[in-house]
């Protein structure tokens, strides 16, 4: 088996668990949410009680797939929901605005996006983690995320499913410790594939996470997990759905219940786009090919950091008895 202990400390370097810092600042946030929410919605008219306010977790700490690796800011998904007729208030953009209000503070920065309000903190200049705010309106029994920009005629509550797609999610990762792993190493790769400055191009952590959902299967070596190969076996079947005779196919990562959306639209709006995707997955495949097709870890291990990173560890190269022997001779001859 290839570079075992090279991937589990490699995973132990990326893994990214829920800190207490994210729990006290999640649980600030809803204490704010409770206090000034209602507040400033009955201001403009609207009555929503503080014991109407329910909070979840969304995104890659909701099922343990987090990394913090490569300079790459923390993320967290809070959603806030609550029993809201969608029909008598059609313009979600007020309530978003609303919400944004009732966190706002000196000493954040703050977004009005448009699936979520976002609050960022920063660090010596440098982003040190965001929490994103996804709002839903419970209307007969149905989530309906606010969507839109703050000033854009492009709005409305889309009905949506939050909780259908963690059960989804979490049907497969649930105690698949190997798929979860495999989960992260496709988050780093695309952190090192791709331009973090053009968010549009770079593939949304969710297509990667519903891609190893399908895709996955274990593998083992002397009943022991073999990373590289599941990580591979899922790459390879990702290329393999990609279409071979065209430089720039479209490719759709549809989510599993409402809203149906395809979570790689921004990717497939841009044919230089869609052409980088192809081009990096193929590569990615091409070097993890090479990696398992090495004949020895340090050959390996150099074709796994071209994809993964540099803080994927190299083993060190190894000299056999005979070049030692030869070397012996040649000193002292």
Same mark, same amino acid.
């Given at each position: 088996?290839? +570079?075992?202990?090279?991937?589990?400390? @490699?995973?132990?370097?990326?893994?990214? *668990?829920?800190?207490?810092?994210? $729990?006290?600042?999640?649980?600030?946030?809803?204490?704010?949410?409770?206090?000034? @929410?209602?507040?400033?919605?009955?201001?403009?008219?609207?009555?929503?009680?503080?014991?109407?306010?329910?909070?979840?977790?969304?995104?890659?700490?909701?099922?343990?797939?987090?990394?913090?690796?490569?300079?790459?800011?923390?993320?967290?998904?809070?959603?806030?929901?609550?029993?809201?007729?969608?029909?008598?208030?059609?313009?979600?953009?007020?309530? $978003?605005?609303?919400?944004?209000?009732?966190?706002?503070?000196?000493?954040?920065?703050?977004?009005?996006?448009?699936?979520?309000?976002?609050?960022?903190?920063?660090?010596?200049?440098?982003?040190?983690?965001?929490?994103?705010?996804?709002?839903?309106?419970?209307?007969?029994?149905?989530?309906? +995320?606010? $969507?839109?920009?703050?000033?854009?005629?492009?709005?409305?509550?889309?009905?949506?499913?939050?909780?259908?797609?963690?059960?989804?999610?979490?049907?497969?990762? #649930? !105690?698949?410790? /190997?798929?979860?792993?495999?989960?992260?190493?496709?988050?780093?790769?695309?952190?090192?594939?791709?331009?973090?400055?053009?968010?549009?191009?770079?593939? *949304?952590?969710?297509?990667?996470?519903?891609?190893?959902?399908?895709?996955?299967?274990?593998?083992?070596?002397?009943? /022991?997990?073999?990373?590289?190969? #599941?990580?591979?076996?899922?790459?390879?079947?990702?290329?393999?759905?990609?279409?071979?005779?065209?430089?720039?196919?479209?490719?759709?990562?549809?989510?599993?219940?409402?809203?149906?959306?395809?979570?790689?639209?921004?990717?497939?709006? !841009?044919?230089?786009?869609?052409?980088?995707?192809?081009?990096?997955?193929?590569?990615?495949?091409? /070097? +993890?090919? !090479?990696?398992? !097709?090495?004949?020895?870890?340090?050959?390996?291990?150099?074709?796994?950091?071209?994809?993964?990173?540099?803080?994927?560890?190299?083993?060190?190269?190894?000299?056999?008895?005979?070049?030692?022997?030869?070397?012996?001779?040649?000193?002292?001859?």
């Amino acid at each position: 088996m290839k +570079l075992k202990k090279q991937f589990q400390d @490699f995973h132990d370097y990326i893994k990214s *668990p829920l800190t207490d810092q994210l $729990k006290e600042k999640r649980a600030m946030f809803e204490d704010e949410i409770k206090n000034n @929410f209602p507040s400033v919605c009955d201001e403009k008219g609207i009555e929503i009680k503080k014991s109407d306010l329910h909070f979840f977790m969304q995104g890659s700490y909701s099922i343990s797939t987090a990394i913090d690796a490569y300079d790459s800011s923390v993320d967290l998904d809070l959603a806030v929901a609550f029993e809201f007729n969608v029909e008598d208030n059609s313009d979600c953009r007020e309530i $978003k605005g609303y919400m944004r209000d009732s966190i706002d503070n000196y000493n954040r920065t703050i977004d009005y996006k448009i699936p979520c309000i976002t609050v960022t903190y920063f660090e010596d200049g440098e982003e040190s983690y965001h929490i994103d705010f996804p709002i839903y309106a419970i209307h007969n029994n149905q989530y309906y +995320l606010a $969507k839109g920009k703050e000033y854009s005629s492009d709005y409305k509550w889309e009905l949506s499913d939050p909780k259908g797609l963690k059960e989804y999610l979490e049907s497969h990762l #649930a !105690n698949n410790y /190997q798929l979860r792993r495999v989960v992260r190493y496709l988050k780093c790769w695309k952190l090192n594939a791709f331009d973090r400055n053009n968010g549009n191009e770079v593939p *949304p952590s969710i297509a990667l996470t519903l891609l190893a959902c399908k895709y996955f299967e274990e593998k083992k070596e002397d009943n /022991q997990d073999y990373d590289l190969e #599941a990580l591979y076996n899922v790459v390879k079947k990702i290329k393999d759905s990609i279409d071979s005779y065209s430089d720039d196919p479209y490719y759709y990562v549809y989510l599993p219940v409402v809203p149906y959306t395809d979570t790689m639209f921004k990717i497939n709006s !841009n044919s230089s786009y869609r052409k980088k995707f192809k081009s990096k997955i193929y590569d990615f495949e091409l /070097q +993890l090919r !090479n990696a398992k !097709n090495a004949g020895d870890e340090h050959t390996a291990g150099e074709y796994v950091r071209r994809v993964l990173g540099e803080e994927f560890e190299v083993p060190e190269k190894q000299v056999d008895a005979g070049e030692n022997k030869f070397r012996r001779t040649s000193q002292f001859g």
